[in-house]
């Protein structure tokens, strides 16, 4: 069985780490568990992105109507 390095694991996570960051999320600011956006389009959202460890809001929009 092969067992890779510990330093080249730890590399590879990073560069997936380096890739994510910056994405960002819509979560429907409801009492419901998040769903679709196509479930309530006309709900308030928060955006999110992704820091590398956590979702960060980075702010409020009031629905997912195209700009």
Same mark, same amino acid.
């Given at each position: 069985m092969?067992?890779?390095p510990l330093e080249e694991w730890a590399?590879?996570?990073e560069?997936?780490?380096a890739q994510s $960051?910056? $994405?960002l999320r819509a979560?429907?600011?409801t009492s419901s568990p998040h769903r679709?956006?196509?479930?309530e389009p006309d709900a308030p959202r928060a955006i999110e992105?992704?820091?590398g460890l956590r979702w960060v809001t980075i702010g409020l929009v009031d629905?997912?109507?195209p700009v």
């Open positions: 092969y067992e890779e590399r590879r996570r560069e997936r780490r $960051k910056g $994405k979560v429907p600011l679709g956006a196509h479930v992105e992704w820091d629905d997912l109507t």
